[in-house]
């Protein structure tokens, strides 16, 4: 009679706790096409962006469903504006278990020095520290001609975002004929918080003696970049960095460049800070940067 | 010897007069702003000067007003009435894009070549007394917003006041922290400078120094309209739209409305009257809200032969983020 008065129990358990608890964990492990859903960052809304209530942006008109044609760039991919990034390759079906290159936006070098720009995504469903790559260039013969390696340049990757690296050799690019990658992740045991965002508030050409009218006096006029940074999360920041990737009409990753919040801010919580300008001069590079599309990473400390 | 010490005190008074530096903004007519647009301006100020640190709601709102007239009217003539329906008309690179010609690349080669394609449907991505611009600060604002000296004025206190917070340094270093997004005033150290004179003429002895212009409201002349949004399966309630014409503008119009056809690499176009209004919809792929603006321009109205509508994503930049068609019923106008 105990007995089976204990097997109700276990019955009845089973039926509250467990069954829930199989449902509830059931859109992370439901597999499609082998990939797992997981959760993107929270998307940041127009309103967060400057700082004002949510009622001042109310449309004229709400409309129940998505317009058909979704916004999107000349190569149909979606732009994502997440706590912590602006761009886009960011997805919320990811293997389960790696992190990926993102095949489309590797750049690699086919003449000078062998260089590789791309974005490394990351497909676990939860969060890394950083991005550990590494590339073993091999010549015709398939043999290995160098090891190399390097970091991805934004910290504290989230489930589904991409996130730029570079890595430069001084190996002809012409003897590399085959690339295997492989990828880490690595624990920099470091705090880092992602809740903030990134808003351009000039972008001057390189080149142009005028911006919108107005002369310059900074010639030879290179290419130059204005970012506030907002703070999001509830606490202040000691510092912060960006970091910007610039994709070609290809959505390659063409360059990208890390900068440092300016130290004469205070990073309030709910505050806004400037980056440190942004200022391109090689004219291999700055004419470009200001036709190409960019994408935005923001991290604090 | 009286008389001698009198004439020497009033010559030396004179002498004293004469040599006092007079800033070039410093005029003898008092700076003027539009009636309700100031204050509008006063009004978010004291909502905000707290947020930057600041007590004095003149001041702040000083801080506020210095952007506006080397952005759309002129810095060297604060006399000049800032026109809050004040379009940009030196957008004239294509760096980021085709879009704010019709038709993108098809429209703006049309221009170059002095063709009349359409030519004045025609999206001007800076507006208002604060020319905000999708380039940056405005990505995200509605025409109406940005026009609309309430609405405007409410984001530019916000975001000078979290400037000004956040900067440190002297009162100069942070009125230029305040004004970061303006590039009419950051551009160069002239620029800032013209920009810092112009606060000084405006704010003396911690009085705001600003003349009500009454003929200038807060719309500026753009006009409240009824519209429905109407798709091939669906039409909205109606709602209130807005009509922009600049024949009906209100404050300074020398510069941004005249030679309305724009120049190749000088002016742009400037815009025929369109009608304005913004739709949003729930984007579950990232959990947030995403806007569209939907400016109308009805043959009616450009003398053009169809009726053209540009809709902007309001989180990308204009000049890639607007996409043309044409459209003859997608508003109906009541």
């Known amino acids: ?301 | 010897m009286r008389m001698k010490r009198l004439t020497l005190s009033l010559i030396g008074f004179l002498f004293l007069i004469i040599s006092v530096p007079i800033s070039p903004v410093q005029k003898a007519e008092a700076a003027k702003f539009g009636s309700t647009p100031l204050d509008d301006v006063l009004y978010w100020a004291g909502q905000y000067k707290s947020t930057a640190g600041l007590t004095s709601t003149e001041e702040f709102a000083a801080i506020m007003l210095t952007v506006t007239w080397p952005e759309i009217a002129s810095a060297s003539n604060t006399d000049l009435t800032p026109s809050p329906m004040g379009q940009g008309r030196s957008d004239n690179k294509i760096g980021n894009g085709y879009q704010l010609w019709v038709d993108g690349k098809t429209g703006y080669d049309k221009f170059i070549a002095g063709q009349n394609y359409y030519r004045r449907v025609h999206w001007t991505a800076g507006v208002g007394v604060f020319q905000f611009d999708s380039a940056g600060l405005g990505k995200g604002l509605s025409f109406k917003q940005v026009v609309n000296t309430y609405d405007a004025a409410k984001i530019a206190a916000k975001t000078m006041a979290d400037q000004y917070k956040g900067k440190s340094g002297t009162a100069a270093e942070k009125r230029a922290a305040a004004w970061t997004g303006w590039y009419g005033c950051v551009l160069t150290a002239a620029t800032l400078q013209k920009c810092q004179d112009i606060f000084s003429s405006i704010y003396q002895n911690s009085k705001l120094v600003v003349t009500k212009d009454t003929s200038v409201d807060s719309m500026g002349g753009l006009a409240s309209r009824t519209c429905a949004h109407q798709t091939s399966s669906y039409t909205s309630p109606s709602f209130t739209c807005y009509k922009f014409n600049d024949s009906v503008a209100t404050g300074y119009k020398g510069y941004w409305a005249s030679n309305v056809e724009g120049t190749p690499n000088g002016m742009t176009p400037l815009p025929a009257p369109f009608y304005s209004y913004t739709s949003s919809y729930y984007d579950s792929s990232t959990g947030t809200t995403k806007y569209r603006e939907h400016r109308h321009f009805l043959k009616s109205d450009s003398g053009y032969t169809m009726s053209r509508e540009g809709i902007w994503e309001m989180n990308q930049n204009a000049r890639s983020g607007v996409t043309w068609s044409q459209t003859e019923s997608a508003l109906i106008q009541q």
């Open chain 1, 1 to 301: 009679m105990k007995n089976k008065k204990m097997s109700l129990l276990y019955l009845v358990l089973a039926v509250f706790i467990l069954i829930p608890a199989l449902a509830f964990a059931s859109p992370e492990s439901n597999k499609s096409n082998g990939k797992v859903k997981t959760k993107l960052p929270k998307g940041v809304e127009v309103w967060e962006q400057y700082g004002v209530d949510k009622e001042f942006f109310k449309a004229d008109v709400e409309l129940d469903a998505p317009p058909v044609e979704q916004q999107s760039n000349k190569s149909g991919k979606k732009y994502y504006d997440l706590e912590g990034f602006s761009g886009y390759y960011a997805t919320d079906e990811v293997a389960g278990d790696r992190l990926v290159i993102v095949e489309e936006s590797l750049n690699i070098s086919q003449s000078g020095l062998w260089e590789a720009k791309g974005l490394i995504r990351n497909e676990y469903t939860s969060p890394v520290k950083a991005g550990h790559i590494e590339a073993d260039l091999i010549n015709k013969n398939g043999e290995i001609i160098k090891k190399v390696k390097g970091e991805s340049m934004v910290e504290l990757i989230r489930p589904g975002e991409p996130v730029p690296f570079v890595i430069q050799t001084d190996i002809d690019a012409s003897l590399v004929a085959n690339v295997e990658w492989s990828i880490k992740s690595t624990d920099k045991k470091q705090d880092f918080n992602r809740q903030g965002t990134a808003m351009v508030l000039h972008e001057l050409p390189y080149g142009e003696e005028t911006y919108n009218g107005e002369l310059r006096s900074d010639a030879p006029f290179p290419y130059k970049m204005s970012v506030q940074l907002r703070n999001l999360s509830k606490k202040d920041w000691n510092s912060a960095y960006l970091v910007v990737a610039w994709i070609d009409s290809e959505g390659k990753v063409f360059n990208t460049i890390k900068v440092d919040s300016d130290k004469t801010y205070h990073i309030y919580a709910d505050g806004v800070a400037m980056f440190d300008e942004i200022v391109v001069d090689d004219p291999s590079i700055a004419p470009y940067l200001s036709q190409y599309e960019y994408m935005t990473w923001v991290v604090g400390k």
